[in-house]
């Protein structure tokens, strides 16, 4: 099992930037992808930003596309969500997951992940 532990949450105005960051440790080699997720109070885990781990290729969300910017460092084990322009709506708990599965899959979904962290709170207002 992956463990994933964010970091790099906090409480800003609309319009500011935020670094997130993701490190993974444990068997890494089996990481296949990384997902950034979101939770907002009364709402289900909405999909955020996706990198495949070996060619980082990437894939966004309409909400958050042309504004975040999803990397990975193989060598650091670690993923980084750079969100710019933030506003209110991109207020909620914010996790990343770690794919260790083979094979196609839908990466907005929640269960194409197997291992999550526990979630680190960005609040933006206004």
């Known amino acids: 099992q992956v463990q994933l532990v964010e970091s790099g949450g906090g409480f800003l105005q609309a319009g500011d930037s935020l670094r997130l960051s993701c490190v993974a440790s444990g068997p890494t080699y089996l990481i296949d992808a990384v997902g950034w997720f979101r939770q907002a109070p009364g709402k289900g885990r909405e999909f955020v930003a996706r990198?495949?781990?070996?060619?980082?290729?990437?894939s966004y969300s309409d909400a958050v596309k042309d504004r975040f910017t999803i990397s990975r460092d193989t060598t650091e084990n670690t993923v980084t969500l750079q969100m710019n322009n933030l506003n209110i709506e991109d207020t909620a708990v914010y996790y990343c997951?770690?794919?260790?599965?083979?094979?196609?899959?839908?990466?907005?979904?929640?269960?194409?992940?197997?291992?999550w962290g526990q979630g680190t709170q960005v609040t933006v207002s206004s």
């Open positions: 990198i495949t781990w070996t060619i980082g290729r990437e």
């Open positions: 997951a770690a794919r260790t599965r083979a094979g196609w899959y839908d990466f907005a979904q929640t269960a194409s992940y197997d291992d």
